[in-house]
């Protein structure tokens, strides 16, 4: 126990330094208002900065690195969800880009992750921002969607744990967000089997069954008319270095 005290009063008289402290809180803040108001470009600005006045997290380097991301992901989780970004997508997105930062073998490709997750978050918060809050129910819908998108969805299954009828949620969401339920459940999982062509080496046609579509083919079809591309295309074009996909 001693020699643990003295450790601790150690580590306290080096790294003492009120103002420095109080200048890195003052970053965290403002890097925080940013994710939270959905303003992408100086968030990302920001947070480069702060790199070079962050307190030693970890001896080692890399575990140094990894744990700052861990913590400002950590922080723009909550930043996001306060600009109205849903706990289950803000949470979602966090634990991806934790994992991956974890997985990553350098400064670069740690720090890398972070701002990913930053846009993100700040993208999403910048959507929600511009098309304005919607009433409980279609957002409770939306949230058992982006929850369940591997599932079947039924309008009345939704419509029943909400307590209103089908029709009413059907008319209401249609009203709300331009497009009929359906469509946003394919929406979601275009989205998100855009996100694992890029960020993952599944083939097409695992990603197709992952993300529940009844056949490739049919899976191909819509996300051609979403993105004018074709799954392969998509990948091809937009894929990173670090993932080399198995179907290419």
Request: glycine share 4%; with cysteine; charged share 30%.
């Amino acid at each position: 126990m001693d020699q643990e005290y003295r450790e601790q009063v150690k580590f306290e008289l080096e790294t003492e330094d009120e103002e420095f402290y109080n200048h890195t809180y003052q970053e965290e803040r403002r890097i925080l208002d940013m994710v939270r108001m959905g303003e992408l470009e100086e968030a990302v600005r920001l947070s480069n900065e702060m790199d070079f006045h962050v307190a030693k997290l970890a001896f080692n380097e890399k575990a140094h690195w990894r744990n700052v991301v861990i913590v400002g992901v950590t922080l723009c989780t909550r930043a996001a969800i306060e600009g109205g970004l849903k706990p289950s997508v803000a949470y979602h997105i966090s634990d991806y880009y934790i994992i991956k930062a974890s997985e990553a073998r350098d400064k670069e490709s740690i720090l890398s992750c972070r701002t990913h997750a930053i846009k993100e978050f700040t993208k999403r918060v910048r959507e929600i921002r511009k098309k304005g809050r919607t009433s409980i129910y279609v957002e409770r819908c939306k949230d058992y969607v982006e929850q369940h998108f591997r599932e079947k969805i039924y309008l009345g299954h939704i419509a029943e744990n909400l307590g209103i009828s089908g029709s009413y949620l059907s008319r209401l969401f249609k009203k709300e967000t331009g497009i009929c339920l359906q469509d946003y459940v394919n929406d979601i999982r275009l989205h998100r089997a855009a996100h694992l062509l890029v960020y993952s080496d599944e083939t097409i046609p695992k990603i197709a069954a992952y993300v529940n579509f009844p056949s490739q083919s049919y899976f191909g079809k819509l996300f051609k008319e979403k993105t004018g591309r074709t799954p392969r295309q998509y990948r091809e074009e937009n894929k990173t270095p670090e993932f080399i996909p198995a179907d290419l």
